[in-house]
């Protein structure tokens, strides 16, 4: 079996100024999809981003403040799931909750040495 | 992972508890800061629930509250001077105090006194209680009320501003105001329910949720001895009989159902219930109001168990003292209806005429299906139709549209 991460990126909370009540509705649609992977015994991790950063590069080593993108294009967070391929990640993938935000889902394959 | 141990609105209504606490501790000048805090904790909440929920999420949303006391006294510590007695070790021991539910409980009613404030126009009252206590978004006080974004901005900006210009306090009215700010705030209430209760339009949810606010108000209000009054209680009575048929009001296809064709047996029994207890209580005051005879009248449409049974002439007796005490437009079109139930049609009409053109508003489609009525069963077809097309024409949206022209071809058909 692969491992897989879904990387989610999108618009922070913070930026488009959602109410209490779409926040728990919001809420409640993670809910639901984490229990969902959780009871097919495919979930194997996974954590939600602030989206203030630091970022360290180059040969100089500078450290710069983030967030360093445009804020539709932060990354949120991320699941771990396995699955058998990519397409199956697709289908498990068509339940994360913020594509009505202009969300998204990126789907890259965990690299196992054995 | 946990299963969701939330109940619905615990964000809404953990919102505007978590305002007023804060609020008191800080004071109405730092209102707009402490609506940040508090919005902040949601979205962390919301973030970092994905992974785990607690066990409790009331209670770490109000330690969240607490740690975000901590938080904003350091940045506002430009103003240490006002807080100086707070910022020592009895601030944990005060904070715990302001946490207490009695407290919680006060906090909120106090700020729906400041929310009734008179210094605020109604309109500011009604955005401003459902923004603050509430926990409404602007997008959702101005979908509920079907007002634009920007006009709602202006409100809230608006009382805002006066709060802080006029010095209002979060504080209890004085002993003698208490009876004349409690009027106000009823009538806020009050008008928070009719807003739901009797708009037309397709979101049922929207409606639901104005009319649930307006009930969690009221039964705040009631749970304090001294508030306490037969016309409180009286509105409460109103507001739960009206709430008890608000599912029937739309059908299952989207249309308007009216009075006579709903199913009776949907009609909420424990809302019934709760509100012959209140009106029974109503009745053990001295004071009597217009709300008094308005929960009256909802209770004479309840107590019949089909629409035939029902005893309109006494509903025509309370419209009438109602009409006496509170002159209105919407009192007298009322009134005309009940004229033509019982086939007063000449009764009906000079009250209809008394009507201003326009003093209905949004509702005036009302005025000219009532007259559509009227020309009907005085066997004046031509009349009825030509009013009924007006009716259509000041319609706002398609239920009520759909429903008028199904009454058109009723008189077409029939004459």
């Not at chain 1, 897989?4 to 922070?12: C, N």
């Not at chain 1, 932060?74 to 699955?83: K, N």
């Not at chain 2, 031509?382 to 429903?403: D, F, V």
């Amino acid at each position: 079996m692969k491992e897989f991460m879904m990387i989610f990126i999108g618009p922070s909370y913070e930026e488009i100024g959602l109410s209490p009540e779409q926040l728990q509705e919001r809420m409640g649609r993670w809910f639901a999809w984490g229990d969902k992977m959780t009871k097919q015994g495919i979930l194997r991790g996974g954590k939600a981003l602030h989206a203030k950063g630091k970022r360290i590069s180059g040969p100089g080593r500078t450290v710069s403040d983030g967030p360093f993108v445009e804020s539709k294009e932060l990354v949120g967070g991320f699941y771990i799931v396995e699955a058998e391929s990519f397409e199956d990640v697709v289908v498990i993938a068509q339940d994360f909750p913020d594509y009505d935000l202009d969300g998204g889902v990126e789907i890259r394959e965990v690299i196992k040495f054995s | 992972m946990a299963e969701n141990k939330m109940v619905d609105h615990l964000f809404r209504h953990q919102y505007g508890k978590m305002i007023a606490i804060l609020t008191n501790f800080f004071g109405l000048p730092h209102l707009e800061l402490v609506e940040d805090a508090v919005q902040d904790t949601f979205i962390k909440a919301t973030l970092l629930w994905r992974a785990e929920q607690p066990e409790n999420p009331e209670a770490w949303l109000m330690q969240a509250a607490k740690n975000r006391v901590i938080d904003l006294l350091r940045q506002i510590k430009a103003e240490k001077d006002r807080f100086h007695k707070l910022d020592t070790e009895s601030t944990q021991e005060q904070l715990d105090e302001l946490f207490l539910d009695h407290e919680v409980e006060d906090s909120q009613l106090r700020m729906i006194f400041v929310a009734c404030h008179p210094a605020l126009s109604p309109e500011e009252q009604i955005a401003f209680a459902l923004k603050t206590i509430s926990g409404f978004s602007m997008k959702e006080i101005a979908a509920a009320l079907l007002i634009k974004d920007e006009t709602i901005k202006k409100r809230l900006v608006r009382a805002r501003k006066t709060i802080i210009d006029q010095k209002i306090e979060f504080a209890w009215p004085e002993p003698h105001q208490v009876e004349s700010r409690l009027d106000g705030v009823m009538q806020v209430i009050y008008l928070i329910f009719n807003e739901g209760f009797h708009s037309t339009r397709a979101e049922k949810l929207i409606d639901q949720d104005l009319c649930g606010e307006a009930l969690r108000l009221c039964k705040l209000l009631l749970k304090k001895e001294r508030f306490r009054s037969g016309s409180l209680y009286a509105l409460f009575a109103l507001l739960c009989f009206h709430a008890s048929r608000l599912e029937s009001k739309i059908s299952p296809e989207n249309e308007i159902v009216d009075l006579g064709q709903q199913d009776r047996s949907k009609w909420y029994m424990p809302l019934i219930l709760l509100g012959n207890n209140a009106l029974s209580m109503a009745m053990g005051y001295p004071d009597y109001s217009a709300y008094h005879l308005e929960a009256a009248i909802a209770h004479e449409h309840i107590r019949a168990i089909r629409f035939e049974n029902t005893d309109w002439q006494r509903i025509l007796e309370l419209y009438q003292e109602l009409n006496e005490i509170q002159p209105s437009d919407s009192g007298r079109l009322n009134l005309a209806i009940v004229h033509l139930q019982i086939n007063q049609l000449q009764e009906a009409k000079i009250l209809l005429d008394a009507i201003s053109s326009g003093g209905l508003q949004q509702r005036n489609y009302l005025l000219h299906g009532c007259y559509a009525e009227y020309f009907h069963l005085a066997g004046q077809r031509e009349e009825a139709l030509q009013q009924i097309q007006l009716a259509i024409e000041a319609s706002s949206n398609e239920l009520e549209k759909n429903y008028l022209l199904k009454k058109k071809a009723k008189i077409a058909g029939k004459a």
